[in-house]
């Protein structure tokens, strides 16, 4: 019976679904977390009458046809960047993307990923890192002497040193966007990687045209809506469960039809 293994794949693509939710649930409080979402289609259809037949030789066809589906798959999990909230924490070396853009990051092998998180820390050697050490690019060094650190909404980053009166700059942060920024490949770590989908990286400073402000002080919180996951997770629940229900309806079916023989 063709619904046994119809309503199979409505259990697989719901379990792939709770699976997505539950990573949104989880990161709820990560940094610069940006949500994902699964995103279905329906699966190749038997055509028993197709319409649009001949039904007669006086040119009657049929109005419409005879289509039996396969079932549904999971095409995608792309995932929502939109604005998550700005929470201040009191740290200079907390940074806040408003809008457009993420932060540009040099990896261990030479290559760069890009970030949303802006919690930025100073390793031994003065530069500005992330958590993992991973070197922020353009790499900024802060000298031993700084007594504070400041970042302008412009990315401009300067520090107060002794026996001075006024500040001295001594890098730019930079951000870089991407024409599709669902394309990009996330690798953990709240670290994402350039892929052919995603395009190649714009790069421009804080404020320019098409680029979002920085806010130091403060950090994105992860896009995560917990209503709105909860509300997903129950639909997902049920959807599975029906899916579920027509299986036993199946089994019932094939089990009476066997009945018949004895």
């Known amino acids: 019976m063709r619904a046994l293994y119809t309503a199979a794949t409505g259990m ?69 960047m939109s604005q998550g909230s700005v929470l201040p924490t009191e740290k200079q070396l907390d940074v806040a993307i408003r809008g457009e853009g993420l932060f540009r990051v040099q990896m261990p092998d030479g290559t760069l990923a890009y970030s949303r998180a802006g919690s930025f820390e100073i390793d031994s050697e003065g530069r500005m890192v992330t958590p993992e050490g991973y070197v922020v690019d353009p790499a900024i060094t802060v000298p031993q002497d700084a007594q504070s650190i400041t970042i302008s909404q412009s990315g401009s980053v300067q520090v107060m040193q002794p026996n001075q009166t006024l500040p001295s700059e001594i890098g730019q942060l930079q951000l870089a966007k991407f024409i599709n920024s669902a394309g990009l490949q996330p690798l953990g770590d709240n670290l994402f990687r350039e892929t052919a989908s995603s395009g190649a990286p714009q790069t421009g400073n804080p404020g320019a045209e098409g680029f979002g402000t920085l806010l130091q002080g403060h950090l994105e919180q992860a896009n995560v809506n917990s209503v709105t996951e909860i509300s997903d997770l129950i639909a997902a629940q049920r959807a599975y469960s029906m899916n579920a229900r027509v299986i036993s309806a199946a089994d019932e079916m094939l089990q009476s039809t066997a009945n018949l023989s004895r």
């Open 12 to 80: 697989l693509a719901q379990e792939l679904n709770v699976e997505v939710i539950s990573n949104n649930i989880a990161n709820m409080r990560t940094t610069g977390f940006k949500r994902q979402r699964a995103e279905f289609q329906d699966l190749i259809y038997q055509s028993l009458r197709r319409v649009g037949t001949s039904t007669s030789d006086q040119g009657t066809r049929l109005p419409v046809g005879l289509d039996i589906g396969g079932g549904v798959k999971v095409v995608g999990t792309p995932r929502i």
